[in-house]
């Protein structure tokens, strides 16, 4: 019987090339198997639809250090919807469809170990994909002028749609009189845009207007004491 | 004349096989234990020479009716009950707490009132408990355990001191740990205090003899297949005046006194508790399994704890090792883990090398997040080890360390 933790796959699994943090990162998603302790996290800076920059980091079992580290030697540089249309054929069929350069086809032959590998593609796709986790992120940077809340838990946002080269907010305003009517959108647009390096269009609306029920708990808390 | 080991294993077919290219070394006993032959035969021979269920009253239906009362009375006499009719037959210990906590628990705690668990418990006596507590508005407390992963047994005569705990759910031994409580000392100063004690003995039945009259515990569970039994068989045993005044826990077949339709009344224990059809097959290898345990000469005993001094030595010489179980009067058991090897990755290489040894959290996630760890590998013995089984792990081990660091 051929070893499951044949040459390659190990290479990989001692591979650090993309291991570390990246503070600026516009992309990022973790998450752990807390059955066994198998932890990852890929971050991605994606300027002008291309990956340009990606690091991570793996705790774990070998073989989930190598599906890490073989991933991201694998969707370095690309663009972003080839990347993640890459790793969706890797979650449909466990593994590459070429099979000479299946790293993982003895791993998939013991089905208690799938999830070893599958955890990372799993982490990469929810960051490559869920834009909006990163611009809720960076949503709560940016305060009311005039409250102490910032504008995403005060439930100014509306939605939050990744576009094909970009990314579109909509959003209103506590009144349509507010004095930073003009300037404030601009404010947003520039602070995701400049952030995420991703076309940024801001829609203003006040259809439904704003009420304080749209403000998270807390934050009605705060703005009535 | 007794027995040598290697007949001893000879009794056991699966040592026979070869996995992986490689003699099995089977080291996962304390999941579950292989099953010798005479237990195969015994259920096989149930399904071709009779395969009735139990109270009929032709010829095959009446043996099976007596295989079941003499399964209930060997039970009995193996753990020193003072009836039969104190043993109820469920699928497995999981089963027995779940049954135990949703029929005396939940009676007792009618009103509230305090459950009391240990660090050491597996899932299967923790959840129920904490389960059983939320739902009933109870004060569910964990007892800890000391920094060397043993139980504080000084906190939990704390705890029980306080006289509020209406229930002790513990384990006999961890089966992470290996390490065997003083249940006899716990239930006594539960008793003083009129807590009621359920013990988890699924580790500790095969290896410590068991008088639950001498030991006073209200109730005890354990499974069939750590006992060289079958699967799917288990036993709740509890003192009868628990048991008399329970409800149901599942109600149909089997356990009603008469149905009329405005009323059922319900029989008596144990029949009460054992609705629709018995696994047969489970108990009748159930009683096959407690013939063979309580044949095995004693020196099998002793050569499991010889195994586990040898495995220690062993295991001891390998760099940056983390031995979990305690040097001390454990179950035949040893966990460990390495700072920069998985568990999985152990497990699945010494796989290769036809070693079967258990890895991860082992159904034990408040125990392992107290050590601050999220996995760890077991080897565990059974009468059928030698030394060899031990020698091909290290070789795995070493290997491992090789082509992993």
């Known amino acids: ?225 | 004349m007794q027995p040598t080991i290697d007949q001893i294993k000879d009794i056991f077919p699966q040592i026979q096989r070869i996995v992986n290219g490689h003699p099995l070394h089977y080291l996962d006993s304390a999941a579950t234990a292989l099953t010798p032959q005479p237990v195969i035969d015994a259920m096989t021979t149930y399904y071709q020479s009779n395969s009735t269920t139990y109270g009929g009253i032709h010829t095959l239906s009446s043996e099976t009716t007596k295989a079941v009362d003499e399964a209930r009375h060997a039970v009995r006499t193996f753990i020193n009950a003072r009836r039969d009719d104190e043993i109820v037959f469920t699928k497995g210990a999981t089963e027995s707490i779940n049954l135990i906590a949703n029929t005396f628990g939940r009676e007792k705690l009618k009103n509230g009132g305090h459950i009391v668990v240990t660090q050491l418990e597996h899932h299967a006596n923790f959840v129920p408990w904490q389960q059983l507590a939320r739902e009933t508005n109870s004060k569910f407390t964990v007892a800890p355990i000391l920094q060397d992963g043993t139980l504080d047994i000084a906190a939990l005569k704390n705890i029980l001191d306080t006289g509020d705990v209406t229930i002790l759910a513990i384990t006999h031994a961890s089966n992470t740990t290996g390490e065997i409580i003083a249940i006899k000392e716990i239930i006594r100063r539960a008793h003083k205090h009129n807590t009621f004690v359920i013990v988890d003995g699924t580790q500790a039945v095969v290896h410590i003899p068991l008088d639950v009259e001498s030991l006073d515990a209200d109730f005890y569970v354990f499974s069939g297949h750590k006992l060289y039994g079958p699967t799917g068989i288990g036993v709740a045993y509890g003192k009868r005046e628990l048991w008399a005044d329970l409800p149901p826990y599942q109600t149909g077949g089997k356990m009603i006194a008469s149905v009329a339709t405005e009323q059922t009344t319900f029989a008596k224990p144990p029949y009460r508790f054992e609705a629709g059809t018995l696994n047969i097959a489970g108990i009748i290898g159930l009683h096959s399994a407690i013939t063979f345990v309580t044949k095995l000469p004693t020196f099998s005993f002793e050569h499991e704890r010889t195994l586990l001094k040898y495995a220690r030595e062993k295991l001891q010489s390998i760099q940056e090792i983390n031995l979990i179980t305690p040097n001390a009067d454990t179950l035949p058991l040893l966990s460990f883990s390495f700072p920069n090897i998985h568990p999985h990755d152990i497990g699945t290489i010494a796989s290769e090398y036809g070693v079967a040894i258990r890895t991860g959290h082992l159904c034990t996630e408040p125990l392992l997040q107290a050590l601050g760890t999220p996995a760890v590998a077991r080897i565990s013995f059974g009468v059928y080890n030698t030394t060899d089984d031990i020698d091909a792990l290290i070789e795995s081990i070493t290997h491992a360390r090789r082509i992993l660091l």
Request: charged residues 20%; hydrophobic residues 40%; aromatic residues 6%.
């Open chain 1, 1 to 225: 019987m051929d070893s499951l933790y044949h040459d390659t796959l190990l290479a990989y699994g001692k591979n650090t090339i993309h291991e570390r943090g990246l503070p600026d990162a516009t992309h990022r998603a973790s998450d752990v198997n807390t059955l066994c302790g198998d932890s990852v996290t890929f971050e991605f800076i994606v300027k002008n639809k291309q990956i340009i920059y990606l690091g991570h980091k793996a705790a774990g079992c070998v073989l989930c250090r190598a599906s890490t580290a073989w991933l991201a030697d694998k969707i370095n540089g690309l663009a972003k919807i080839d990347a993640i249309k890459f790793i969706e054929t890797l979650i449909t069929n466990v593994g590459p469809t070429d099979s000479t350069d299946h790293i993982f086809l003895s791993v998939i032959q013991n089905p208690t170990r799938t999830k070893c590998i599958t955890l990372p593609w799993h982490v990469a796709h929810n960051a490559l994909t869920q834009d909006s986790a990163v611009v809720t992120e960076i949503l709560r940077t940016i305060y009311d002028p005039e409250l102490p809340i910032n504008i995403y838990d005060l439930g100014l946002i509306y939605d939050i749609a990744p576009t094909d080269d970009g990314i579109n907010i909509t959003m209103t305003l506590t009144s349509p009189n507010c004095p930073v009517a003009e300037t404030f959108p601009n404010q947003v647009q520039r602070a995701v845009s400049e952030r995420l390096g991703i076309t940024t269009k801001v829609i203003v609306t006040f259809d439904p207007p704003w009420t304080i029920e749209r403000a998270t708990a807390d934050a009605r808390i705060l703005l009535q004491r």
